[in-house]
């Protein structure tokens, strides 16, 4: 069965990081940020409705994202994924636990990845994107190479940081209780340096 991967914790805990390290591994990355961004670009109909909430820090609604994961879903059947960014809330889970089935896989573990408020800040302030490969970069902690010219992301200013913190804490981590119920939640320290996350999240989906 192909595996199915959940990266779970808030923004900035180096979710998309370690997703971009495990297509290596032949994983693909599913990014429900990423895949809503593209449609912002493009204004497509999808775009226009989303934007609003995103520029807000506030969840696109469950059933524009639900529609866009089942879409995914069918196109990659087969392949190892990573949701990256899905779920992040309750109603999404339970979409989730109801297509899979229908799509031949399960959820073969959900990874947390723990990290305070403060160090999210840091490192979402510092965020900076190449956006023709979408390679994501730090200031300080991964600094882009001189050649390549990176931009910052619309919501990772200070003031839409907390309150993308804000709906994370609210709406997103009761799905920690979710998982643990259902004994798939993998907890890693996400403080930790990228490299030593990587072997972390290797050793415990290989
Ligand atoms: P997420 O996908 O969870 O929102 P990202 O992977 O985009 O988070 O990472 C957020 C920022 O933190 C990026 O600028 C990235 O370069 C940086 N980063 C990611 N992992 C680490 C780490 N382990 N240590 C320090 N900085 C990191
Ligand atoms: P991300 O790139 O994961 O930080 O997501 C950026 C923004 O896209 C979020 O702040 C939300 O507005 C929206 N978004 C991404 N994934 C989801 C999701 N699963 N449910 C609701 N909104 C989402």
Not at 24 to 29: A, L, R, S, T, V
Not at 43 to 48: I, R, V
């Given at each position: 069965?192909?595996?199915?991967i959940?990266?779970?914790?808030?923004?900035?805990?180096?979710?998309?990081?370690?997703?971009?390290?495990?297509t290596?591994?032949?994983?693909?990355?599913i990014?429900?940020?990423?895949?809503?961004?593209?449609?912002?670009r493009n204004?497509?109909?999808?775009?226009?409705?989303?934007?609003e909430?995103?520029?807000a820090?506030?969840?696109?609604p469950d059933?524009?994202i639900?529609?866009?994961i089942?879409?995914?879903l069918?196109?990659?059947?087969?392949?190892?994924?990573?949701?990256?960014?899905?779920?992040?809330?309750?109603?999404?889970?339970?979409?989730?636990?109801?297509?899979?089935?229908?799509?031949?896989?399960?959820v073969?573990?959900?990874?947390l990845?723990?990290?305070e408020d403060?160090?999210?800040?840091?490192?979402?302030s510092?965020?900076?994107?190449?956006?023709?490969?979408?390679?994501?970069?730090h200031?300080v902690?991964?600094?882009?190479?001189?050649?390549?010219?990176?931009?910052?992301?619309?919501?990772?200013?200070?003031?839409v940081?907390?309150?993308?913190?804000?709906?994370?804490?609210?709406?997103?981590?009761?799905?920690?209780?979710?998982?643990?119920?259902?004994?798939?939640l993998?907890?890693?320290n996400?403080?930790?340096s990228?490299d030593?996350?990587?072997?972390?999240i290797l050793?415990?989906?290989?």
């Open positions: 069965m192909a595996k199915t959940i990266f779970l914790g808030p923004p900035g805990a180096g979710k998309g990081t370690q997703a971009q390290n495990l290596e591994k032949g994983f693909i990355q990014s429900t940020g990423d895949i809503l961004r593209e449609a912002v204004e497509t109909e999808l775009g226009k409705k989303a934007k909430y995103m520029d820090g506030k969840l696109v059933e524009l639900v529609s866009i089942k879409e995914k069918k196109e990659l059947e087969n392949k190892d994924i990573i949701l990256d960014g899905f779920p992040r809330t309750i109603p999404q889970a339970e979409a989730l636990d109801k297509m899979l089935p229908e799509l031949g896989r399960k073969d573990v959900v990874i990845f723990e990290i403060d160090e999210v800040v840091n490192r979402l510092g965020r900076r994107i190449d956006p023709k490969t979408g390679k994501v970069y200031v902690y991964n600094p882009p190479p001189e050649n390549v010219d990176v931009i910052q992301r619309d919501d990772d200013k200070e003031e940081i907390r309150k993308r913190l804000e709906v994370y804490h609210q709406q997103t981590a009761p799905l920690v209780e979710y998982y643990k119920e259902k004994n798939k993998f907890p890693i996400a403080s930790e990228p030593i996350i990587y072997k972390t050793s415990v989906i290989e």
